[in-house]
């Protein structure tokens, strides 16, 4: 298991140095000059020429690149802010606790509502349950996060005045852009263990556990669950990255000083450094996450563990001998 | 042989034509996309008022029957601009999802037919791509590119590549290990054609269930982009700048923020139910 | 002698699309104790499905079971509630499952598939039902350090060993075997069919076994039961059915053998196809195939008779000219 995850680690090195290339070269094309942003329309042309020199602007492309996969890898260091003249490590790493609880939040809010409605949905098929569940996490998979926000905002916080609209300074703010990023993506995770479970449910295994007289409780959540969540982990797993994308927009909604609206607000000041880094940092953290996913896979399928493992020989030996 | 393979593929469309025309939500889904399309075709004939026709008497007016939607900031009609947004949002979703399969699908194809080293650089490429949530790639991708309707249809594509990528390069190694094309190419068929005529038109069923619902995918990020900015910029109507522009005005005037999510909730869920359908009618064995 | 399970009436339906399937027909069935009975017959002819009754495991919906009675030791098994039947459910009455492969959960280790069993009808804790696990599997013919191991990790034939030491962890009074070794090579066959005669003798357990291999059905059953198209066509002791076939389907059965000894060069198999269950025909069900069909038996579904001391045969024709003819 440990070799496993060596090799994942390893492998995720040359994924991760081409997303830094990808980024940097996203922001290399981007228009507009940076040095003219920071000094100012009135700025004399000498003095922004002199900055570009200083930024090394004038460089190369690939001057330019290696210079930035450098200084991120050896000392992760990702530069300085345009805007603040800060090292934007500093600068997101201060905002990204609150896009992680963001995130974590909404992914609990979306497992818990969407595995557990799923597999109600399941084991009464076509029942009314099953029906109005099945159309209401449709609706919920159509349903663009950031306008359900906008409406939450309405709804609960201009029209019934329960909840605040916008900000991040104290536990209620959190309310609205967690549960309406958790219960959108919860309709995903629903429609996958749904369809998941009435596939293993249909399977010869589950038969031979309710002969053994089993109650059907059980057969449920210790013989079918524990094989329906397999591709049920891959999509929370999918659903991470797209939350972590989703963030950016609801933290645009709600106002929240999280890593996605610092990377919106730097994209209109042209502060390039600022979006590499926070775009690299998602990608990194998703990545993590992907890995994350595969270990669970590990645990949760023995076929997958055991390809990393010795006891796979052993048992092959083994049945050689007994027949 | 070629006869052959063509009748049973006739047959195989009209199966599932006859299973789809059985479902009868997807029909239903069909018939809202039918009169989605009419209305950005004819959006000139249909909008009660030319989408950008001030009146700066009749600002933030809620709905009523002069203005079934109401008006905004700008005392413009909401239903005519939603009406003509429909365009915008059809055109993004069509045209992003096209370039997206045609690229995503060519570098499947040629990764999954010649596999080997081909096939593992290109896939490498794609698993750079797809580490980055997509929704912020598009969003680089968009911040990268001058804001307006080619580029956002650019972003939005170069993001859902990878995908289709996956699914056709999938569906290629399948169909490879079928005899025909063991047999077209005994008779000496160049591997262009054997891509072209065999491999790719028997992936169609996959694409185009991937292609219904990427259209979703793609109206959304659209909307998104839009709605950040970085997309379609005011004033041409389009649902998810309708909603940027509303925002401001969102504590007195819900209407400005209600209508246009709903325009778009709707397209999309005719779409997703319209994909849901074409899975069931093109393989019948996955259906629940 | 008494018997553990007595079929009366048995009918079992399946709603499909296409229409109603008929797949078990007023079937009547005995078992008697300590005996092992043979359920012959083609593929759809309604074998499982009888046995999926017994142990109350017809898939609803579809299946409905739409009248008669299954009494085991007495009792109804159809009138016993959810729970009451659980109890019995691999307790006294259990089942060897078709497909190996499939039969076991790949995610939990056979070991704990084993213990699960016994857990759920002794008050044993934890570690004494893995005791007791662990001695099955070395009663099957596998080493008990393999307790922890997965199905994947295991062939076939030891699969199968291992659905054999969960159905027969407690002991139970029935065995259904649906034809357990029809999955398997023809070597390990051999030795999973003796494993399992072995264990039942050594329990005195009855057993209803299931097979389309008249082979399988001579070499341990003592009764035989013939099933076609959901019903029993004809019952009796091995050699009753083997020496004094009396209805046209054993005998076309017969005649699909290949027989090293005899001298006729060619198999006489039967011609035509099962009829379709969801469309039976009015009169007798094997009157499309059968040679010797009358009027008669395109008009009335004959009763299974009587023609000697328990050997029933469900034929209008017995009994009249040409019988006594060679297979």
């Known amino acids: 298991m440990i070799r496993y995850i060596g090799k994942r680690l390893l492998m995720m090195v040359p994924v991760l140095l081409g997303v830094i290339v990808i980024v940097f070269t996203i922001m290399y094309l981007t228009p507009?000059?940076?040095?003219?942003?920071?000094?100012?329309?009135?700025?004399?042309?000498?003095?922004?020429?002199?900055?570009?020199?200083?930024?090394?602007?004038?460089?190369?492309?690939?001057?330019?690149?290696?210079?930035y996969i450098k200084n991120v890898v050896f000392r992760f260091d990702l530069g300085q802010s345009y805007a603040s003249n800060k090292p934007v490590i500093n600068e997101i790493l201060e905002r990204f606790p609150k896009t992680i609880l963001l995130a974590t939040l909404s992914v609990t809010i979306s497992v818990i509502v969407g595995i557990s409605m799923g597999i109600i949905s399941a084991t009464k098929q076509y029942s009314i349950f099953d029906k109005i569940a099945t159309s209401i996490a449709l609706l919920g998979v159509s349903m663009p996060t950031f306008w359900a926000g906008l409406m939450a905002v309405i709804i609960f916080s201009v029209h019934l005045r329960w909840l605040p609209a916008s900000g991040s300074y104290g536990w209620e703010y959190w309310i609205l852009p967690s549960l309406t990023l958790g219960l959108s993506s919860s309709a995903t995770i629903m429609r996958m263990t749904r369809s998941s479970l009435l596939e293993v449910i249909r399977q010869d295994y589950i038969r031979t556990a309710r002969a053994k007289g089993q109650n059907e409780r059980v057969v449920i959540i210790y013989h079918a669950l524990k094989n329906a969540m397999i591709p049920v982990i891959t999509?929370?797993?999918?659903?991470?990255?797209?939350?972590?994308?989703?963030?950016?927009?609801?933290?645009?909604?709600?106002?929240?000083?999280?890593?996605?609206?610092?990377?919106?607000?730097?994209?209109?000041?042209?502060?390039?450094?600022?979006?590499?880094?926070?775009?690299?940092?998602?990608?990194?953290?998703?990545?993590?996450?992907?890995?994350?996913?595969?270990?669970?896979?590990?645990?949760?399928d023995p076929r997958i563990?055991?390809?990393?493992?010795?006891?796979?020989?052993?048992?092959?030996?083994?049945?050689?001998?007994?027949? | 042989m070629l006869k052959r393979n063509k009748k049973t593929k006739k047959g195989f469309w009209h199966d599932a034509w006859y299973r789809l025309r059985k479902n009868k939500s997807a029909m239903f889904a069909l018939f809202i996309l039918g009169l989605l399309v009419i209305c950005a075709i004819f959006a000139d004939y249909i909008a009660p008022y030319p989408y950008s026709l001030q009146d700066y008497n009749h600002t933030f007016e809620f709905p009523s029957r002069k203005h079934l939607l109401g008006t905004d900031n700008f005392g413009r009609d909401i239903l005519s601009r939603i009406i003509h947004g429909s365009r915008i949002s059809l055109l993004v979703g069509f045209s992003s999802i096209t370039t997206a399969i045609i690229f995503g699908g060519l570098l499947g194809a040629v990764s999954?037919?010649?596999?080997?080293?081909?096939?593992?650089?290109?896939?490498?490429?794609?698993?750079?791509?797809?580490?980055?949530?997509?929704?912020?790639?598009?969003?680089?991708l968009a911040a990268a590119l001058k804001p307006g309707l080619t580029n956002l249809v650019i972003a939005i594509?170069?993001?859902?590549?990878?995908?289709?990528?996956?699914?056709?390069?999938?569906?290629?190694?399948?169909?490879?290990?079928?005899?025909?094309?063991?047999?077209s190419q005994c008779i000496g068929a160049s591997d262009g054609r054997i891509i072209f005529k065999h491999i790719l038109p028997n992936c169609l069923a996959p694409i185009i269930v991937q292609a219904t619902l990427g259209m979703a995918g793609a109206i959304l990020s659209a909307s998104a982009l839009s709605f950040l900015g970085l997309g379609i910029q005011p004033p041409t109507p389009e649902w998810g700048s309708m909603l940027s522009s509303a925002r401001q005005y969102i504590r007195s005037y819900w209407h400005m923020t209600a209508f246009p999510g709903l325009a778009i909730m709707i397209t999309i869920f005719a779409l997703n139910i319209l994909g849901d359908g074409l899975r069931d009618a093109l393989d019948p064995r996955l259906k629940n | 002698m008494d018997n553990v399970i007595e079929i009366k009436d048995l009918s079992i339906q399946y709603a499909t699309d296409e229409g109603i399937v008929k797949a078990v027909n007023h079937l009547n069935l005995q078992l008697a104790r300590g005996e092992t009975l043979g359920l012959v017959g083609e593929t759809g002819a309604g074998k499982t499905t009888t046995a999926l009754g017994i142990m109350g495991l017809i898939p609803d919906p579809p299946g409905v079971i739409t009248g008669g009675e299954i009494l085991f030791e007495g009792t109804d098994l159809l009138k016993l509630s959810k729970q009451r039947l659980r109890a019995i459910r691999g307790n006294k009455i259990s089942m060897i499952f078709q497909d190996p492969m499939t039969s076991l959960n790949p995610v939990v280790t056979v070991g704990d598939q084993i213990a699960e069993s016994i857990r759920i009808h002794e008050k044993l804790s934890r570690a004494e039902a893995a005791l007791k696990a662990k001695d099955m599997l070395e009663l099957v013919g596998i080493p008990g350090d393999r307790y922890g191991e997965y199905p994947h990790q295991f062939s076939g034939g030891m699969k199968q060993r291992v659905i054999i030491a969960i159905a027969l962890s407690c002991n139970p009074e029935v065995i259904l075997a649906d034809e357990p070794t029809t999955a398997l090579d023809v070597t390990i066959q051999a030795q999973v069919l003796d494993l399992i005669s072995k264990l039942k003798k050594e329990k005195n357990?009855?057993?209803?076994?299931?097979?389309?291999?008249?082979?399988?059905?001579?070499?341990?059953?003592?009764?035989?039961?013939?099933?076609?198209?959901?019903?029993?066509?004809?019952?009796?002791?091995?050699?009753?059915?083997?020496?004094?076939?009396?209805?046209?389907?054993?005998?076309?059965?017969?005649?699909?053998?290949?027989?090293?000894?005899?001298?006729?060069?060619?198999?006489?198999?039967?011609?035509?196809?099962?009829?379709?269950?969801?469309?039976?025909?009015?009169?007798?069900?094997?009157?499309?195939?059968?040679?010797?069909?009358?009027?008669?038996?395109?008009?009335?579904?004959?009763?299974?008779?009587?023609?000697?001391?328990?050997?029933f045969v469900k034929c209008h024709n017995y009994g009249k000219v040409g019988e006594g003819e060679d297979v």
């Open chain 1, 305 to 323: 563990k055991s390809q990393y493992s010795i006891s796979r020989k052993r048992g092959w030996r083994r049945n050689a001998q007994a027949q």
């Open chain 2, 157 to 183: 594509a170069i993001a859902d590549i990878p995908g289709y990528a996956r699914v056709v390069r999938a569906a290629v190694l399948t169909i490879k290990e079928q005899e025909y094309i063991e047999a």
């Open chain 1, 235 to 300: 999509v929370i797993g999918m659903r991470f990255g797209a939350l972590l994308g989703g963030s950016v927009l609801i933290e645009s909604v709600f106002a929240i000083s999280g890593l996605g609206k610092f990377i919106i607000d730097s994209i209109s000041m042209r502060d390039n450094p600022v979006v590499q880094g926070g775009v690299l940092l998602l990608a990194l953290s998703f990545s993590i996450c992907n890995l994350l996913v595969d270990i669970l896979y590990g645990f949760l």
């Open chain 3, 205 to 311: 357990t009855s057993m209803i076994l299931i097979t389309h291999d008249l082979g399988v059905v001579v070499e341990i059953c003592d009764k035989v039961a013939i099933m076609y198209a959901g019903e029993i066509v004809e019952y009796g002791s091995l050699e009753q059915i083997y020496d004094q076939t009396a209805h046209p389907y054993t005998k076309g059965l017969f005649g699909s053998i290949p027989d090293i000894e005899a001298k006729t060069s060619r198999l006489k198999p039967i011609p035509g196809l099962m009829p379709d269950p969801s469309n039976l025909p009015e009169g007798c069900s094997f009157e499309p195939r059968c040679e010797r069909s009358c009027q008669l038996c395109k008009e009335e579904n004959p009763p299974l008779i009587e023609i000697g001391n328990g050997h």
């Open chain 1, 32 to 67: 507009g000059d940076p040095a003219r942003m920071m000094l100012g329309a009135g700025a004399p042309a000498s003095a922004v020429e002199e900055l570009r020199e200083t930024l090394g602007l004038n460089d190369s492309y690939f001057v330019q690149l290696l210079r």
């Open chain 2, 112 to 140: 999954g037919f010649y596999g080997g080293k081909v096939d593992n650089a290109l896939m490498r490429a794609m698993d750079i791509l797809m580490a980055i949530p997509g929704m912020l790639l598009a969003i680089s």
